[in-house]
């Protein structure tokens, strides 16, 4: 027997036990649990309590309930994703690519930019905003922050031979990368830089942060054209 000690609800502690047994992996998918039976003998509740952990489970999709069988872990749910394709890559490949370099330059951080790149704000950072274009159509507004200290080179870069990201790569392998994606209003500068209509000034913002060893090598915000993206579950493509 088990004895229940504690002000969680006693069906939570049920519930709390199975989660843990199968995030272990003593619980593997496809496994049996212990029964409604079971699991009220041994932490000394009613059945109707097991029964709500195991229900409540199961309406998570961490159980799957067969009657007159008993529950078995589940596998996880397919999470969707979007997929984003690599405008710049594709265009380079039909040798269609070409970049407008708007402008590179140094700035001294102030305190909201400081926060955002994870330095002090007497440092400097360089901030590039490109547009990239594929057979002469934009199809993305890029702006770059990059914290100097680690990259001194990048400002002295030719932009129209290699792209920035492409730069940072090589010079500084990121050791991770984390993406933020979401929807934007294009403003009017990058609107017309896209050659939007005010119709379709929805656009797809994508944040890169690219990391060396825990620390921020530089943040990237590009925006596309929102009408060519659609959310999928499946990872298929999902450019129209």
């Not at 199975?18 to 593997?28: F, P």
């Not at 090589?170 to 990058?190: G, R």
């Amino acid at each position: 027997m088990v004895s229940i000690i504690g002000k969680k609800p006693q069906f939570l502690l049920i519930k709390h036990y199975i989660e843990d047994r199968i995030n272990s992996g003593i619980l593997a998918i496809g496994d049996l649990v212990p029964s409604e039976n079971q699991l009220a003998e041994r932490f000394t509740v009613s059945r109707m309590t097991a029964r709500r952990a195991l229900k409540e489970l199961a309406d998570e999709g961490s159980l799957s309930r067969s009657p007159g069988l008993g529950s078995f872990v589940a596998k996880p749910p397919m999470q969707p994703s979007v997929i984003i394709n690599d405008v710049i890559a594709a265009a380079q490949a039909s040798n269609g690519y070409q970049c407008k370099v708007i402008n590179v330059y140094n700035s001294q951080a102030n305190d909201a930019l400081a926060q955002q790149m994870h330095i002090a704000s007497d440092r400097y950072i360089f901030k590039g905003v490109f547009l990239h274009f594929d057979r002469n159509k934009p199809v993305q507004y890029q702006e770059i922050l990059v914290n100097s200290a680690l990259v001194p080179a990048f400002i002295k870069q030719n932009f129209h031979k290699i792209t920035a990201n492409a730069y940072l790569k090589w010079i500084l392998p990121a050791t991770s990368t984390d993406y933020n994606i979401s929807a934007a209003v294009a403003n009017e500068d990058q609107r017309n830089y896209l050659e939007l209509s005010e119709e379709d000034k929805a656009c797809l913002k994508v944040i890169k942060r690219h990391w060396l060893d825990g620390v921020l090598v530089s943040t990237s915000v590009a925006l596309h054209a929102g009408q060519h993206y659609q959310l999928v579950a499946d990872g298929s493509d999902a450019k129209k």
